[in-house]
């Protein structure tokens, strides 16, 4: 599920190295702050015997699954500073380490990402480091709204990009209009030849409108045959998303479960979105983001290795009031640096945000 070498990897469904340090239960959140930042910091609280302690009293009130606390660390990319930027916003990154997967990349590490309004775009850039700096591809986009023979749409975004190790590819899934998502496939990582359609809105139960924003994953479900799931957003007639899901063998031909895996009233808000899979201590779960009339956070879901499991752990990550997060986190993407964990993610309103990287 994860790709990795010995220093430093990008992971497509993340594992972290070290316990997190959120307060999850807001109940005890005022005892256990004080605690879990001793912990955390290593600092002696003003005295050498509050030292003694933290390092030999166990790690108190991880954050839920036991992820890390990720905090805000810089803004990576802001629309204003891009030479393509047809509308003035970006959405959706989605980070992947390429240096010990293809010859001569342009960085370690690729970051794509787009805006979402038309006329959209898959767009690409480059860096050395999760901190970045990242520089823009020049010829962005590199995937854009008008690919004759196969498609010409008003718009298309929310790319997420697979690494096949078994063909040396990275495998593209965007979407086009809302209720269509693409597959396209790359040996560089920059140019993709288009494959086919994996899900429209007609594979979902009628009133469906949209099925986008979608995020696949290498994971086994031996009970149905599965290598690959699929995480995306669901949307119909009552203007409230789900997270749908569905599982495949080869990542091209799909079969998709007809009820949400996450309801939107599962968790008291009205809209969910932005799914990504991680897993950790042999279970598996689920993060994804909130409409910003309710918090604007990132909550996750522990759905178990199987699918099988709704635990709702609550928050993930608490968006900022502050720039660049404005009150609302959406969409990240998961990976370390050498050994370190990063969340890049889209920070601020919909359509009037920047892609951001917390550090954990």
């Known amino acids: 599920m994860t790709q990795h070498d010995s220093n430093e990897h990008v992971s497509e469904s993340y594992q972290p190295e070290n316990p997190g340090r959120r307060i999850f239960l807001r109940a005890a959140a005022a005892t256990a702050a004080v605690a879990s930042g001793v912990v955390a910091t290593g600092a002696a609280a003003g005295s050498a015997a509050a030292a003694s302690t933290a390092s030999t009293a166990p790690a108190l009130a991880a954050a839920p699954g036991g992820f890390p606390d990720y905090k805000y660390l810089k803004t990576l990319l802001k629309p204003s500073q891009l030479k393509y930027n047809p509308t003035g916003e970006i959405i959706f990154p989605c980070i992947r380490g390429v240096y010990d997967k293809l010859a001569n990349p342009l960085g370690r590490y690729y970051l794509y990402y787009g805006p979402h309004d038309a006329p959209g775009g ?30 010409k749409v008003s718009h298309v975004a929310s790319p997420h990009v697979l690494w096949r190790e078994d063909l040396k590819e990275l495998w593209l899934y965007f979407h086009g209009e809302n209720g269509t998502t693409r597959l396209a496939r790359s040996k560089n990582g920059i140019t993709f030849t288009y494959d086919k359609v994996v899900l429209t809105k007609d594979m979902m139960p009628a009133g469906t409108n949209e099925t986008s924003y979608a995020r696949v994953f290498q994971h086994e479900l031996p009970s149905r045959g599965a290598h690959y799931v699929m995480l995306f957003m669901l949307n119909n007639q009552s203007n409230r998303r789900d997270i749908g899901w569905g599982w495949s063998a080869d990542g091209r031909n799909w079969t998709f479960a007809q009820t949400p895996l996450i309801r939107h009233s599962d968790v008291g808000v009205n809209n969910i979105s932005g799914p990504h899979l991680l897993s950790r201590n042999g279970s598996s779960y689920v993060v994804y983001h909130t409409d910003k ?36 986190s959406a969409a990240p993407s998961f990976g370390t640096d050498r050994g370190v964990p990063y969340m890049v993610y889209e920070a601020g309103e919909r359509l009037q945000g920047s892609i951001a990287v917390a550090r954990g």
Do not use: K, M
């Not at 480059?126 to 823009?136: A, M, R, V």
């Not at 918090?295 to 720039?323: K, M, P, Q, W």
């Open 122 to 151: 898959i767009c690409l850039a480059y860096g050395d480091s999760l901190e970045g700096p990242f520089t823009e591809y020049t010829a962005n986009p590199i995937v854009s709204n008008n690919w004759q023979p196969h498609y």
């Open 293 to 328: 009339e309710h918090g604007g956070n990132l909550l996750i879901t522990e759905v178990g290795n199987d699918f099988s499991r709704r635990n709702h752990l609550g928050l993930f990550y608490d968006s900022a009031n502050t720039a660049p997060d404005n009150g609302r």
